[in-house]
């Protein structure tokens, strides 16, 4: 065990050297690794990145929007949604944009107006947006999480690997600001020594809350409001009745559309773990919960995942990472922490020698020898820079010096599917799965198997084959 005198007086970081990595700007290099990519800026009037929007409305579209709209080099030269109101009330700040309801319209019709596509529709669509942008050589900024299915993982992946001029990013705007970046520094460089397991926990949800996560009953079904077009909004889902709060927000806690709250949070919290540790695809999760469901995704869910790891930041030879919903944190006297209280969501990992906490917003809290110390003060630390993460990605694709892109789908794609393992094995409960990302397969158990890895695509909107 290193101790706080030892560690803070850097005597430990000089010895461990070998263990010194790159800064955070570099840290992701791997990931992203393809040459330059193509400066595809269109030429004409405009000369700027012209951008497609799929999905407007909702509560994160437009904050995407307001974003890229802030850089120099964007334009927004089409829009479409399958809400007709949502879709009217962007053109009205648009009017010289081209909109449509069907997103395989703008492809086939417009796709000589748009250079890159920003995917902002319910979870369940991603895949198939994503996948169809990336076959017409567009670049794609994604919302999270990247996929909705665990079949989808190595798709996207496959796909990413044929277009490598291609820069992506999903939304996973908290790594922009310097915080979460010094956690993943520290971590990374080993300056708390070897890593033992994780913790990550979400607040929530609610257990018959409004708003992002529902539980309070399944609605009949009913005709959908004009303005809607249900069988898009479908999309790659299977043909279902309209049932009233599923749009345009409590999709978010089903089965069938959406990831329930550890498949949202994923790439807000186990982002550090991923860019820190290069962490591979899980082999086995188990998942605990109270409320199994067959229409909604569970709640009070406390998944262990486990990693098969190598090298010389581990402790050992699985890297154990628990991820919970309702702030399920773990006793701070077994991590010989002082007595106190947690925040409602957090990051926490048991390193050999400390312990660090770092929250959504990136305030980091650090413990060694059971004694909170300031992380600032921690020896061997790099240079980190917050960058704007929306502006990263447009920067990267027209070529700018020195622009980096923090989560490309490469790294997207790992979180996502440690999201959806656990909260998709909730529907097992006490039962540990092994997952084969190779074979894309639950290797010990046929039922899983067969029900939690993949779905049935309705026709026209099957995943697209990216060659």
Not at 17 to 24: D, G, H, W
Not at 64 to 91: I, M, N, S, W, Y
Not at 352 to 363: C, F, Q, S, T, W
Not at 417 to 422: F, H, N, Q, T
Request: glycine share 10%.
């Amino acid at each position: 065990m290193i101790d706080r005198r030892t560690l803070l007086s850097g005597a430990t970081f000089a010895a461990g050297a070998a263990m010194a990595l790159p800064a955070v700007a570099s840290v992701t290099a791997a990931w992203d690794a393809a040459s330059a990519p193509r400066r595809r800026i269109r030429s004409g009037a405009l000369g700027k990145l012209q951008l497609l929007q799929v999905g407007v409305g909702g509560s994160i579209a437009p904050a995407d929007r307001h974003e890229l709209k802030q850089h120099p080099d964007v334009a927004f030269t089409g829009f479409c949604d399958v809400d007709a109101d949502a879709l009217a009330g962007v053109a009205k700040d648009h009017p010289d944009a081209f909109t449509c309801r069907d997103f395989r319209e703008a492809f086939d019709r417009h796709g000589d107006r748009f250079d890159a596509v920003v995917v902002c529709t319910p979870d369940h669509n991603h895949a198939l947006i994503m996948l169809w942008a990336l076959r017409a050589n567009k670049h794609v900024y994604g919302q999270k999480p990247l996929v909705q299915q665990l079949s989808e993982v190595p798709a996207m992946l496959d796909a990413v690997a044929r277009r490598p001029a291609l820069v992506t990013q999903v939304g996973n705007q908290r790594m922009g600001p310097a915080g979460r970046q010094h956690a993943v520094d520290i971590l990374r460089r080993g300056l708390l020594g070897k890593a033992v397991e994780a913790h990550v926990w979400i607040s929530g949800p609610g257990d018959r809350g409004d708003g992002y996560f529902w539980y309070g009953g399944l609605k009949d079904p009913t005709p959908p409001p004009a303005n809607l077009d249900w069988t898009l909004w479908l999309g790659a889902a299977q043909d279902a009745p309209y049932r009233e709060g599923l749009v345009p927000l409590r999709w978010r806690s089903s089965w069938d559309y959406g990831t329930g709250q550890l498949g949202d949070w994923c790439t807000h919290l186990l982002d550090v773990l991923y860019f820190a540790y290069d962490l591979p695809a899980p082999v086995a999760v188990i998942s605990h919960t109270r409320t199994p469901s067959d229409f909604y995704h569970a709640q009070h869910v406390h998944s262990t995942l486990t990693y098969p790891v190598t090298g010389e930041r581990f402790a050992r030879e699985r890297f154990v990472v628990h991820y919970c919903d309702k702030s399920q944190a773990p006793s701070r006297a077994a991590l010989g922490l002082p007595a106190g209280e947690w925040p409602g969501i957090g990051t926490l990992v048991v390193c050999e020698g400390g312990v660090l906490l770092v929250e959504p917003e990136g305030a980091i809290q650090c413990w060694i020898g059971g004694t909170p110390v300031d992380w600032k003060s921690i020896p061997g630390q790099g240079e980190v820079v917050a960058r704007n993460h929306w502006h990263a990605w447009v920067d990267r694709i027209i070529g700018k010096p020195g622009a980096f892109v923090q989560s490309p789908f490469t790294a997207a794609a790992g979180m996502a599917e440690a999201g959806v393992l656990c909260c998709r094995a909730a529907r097992f409960p006490g039962q540990e799965l092994r997952w084969d990302r190779t074979a894309c397969a639950i290797t010990n158990h046929a039922e899983a198997n067969r029900t939690i890895v993949r779905r049935e695509y309705r026709p026209g909107f099957e995943l697209p084959t990216v060659s």
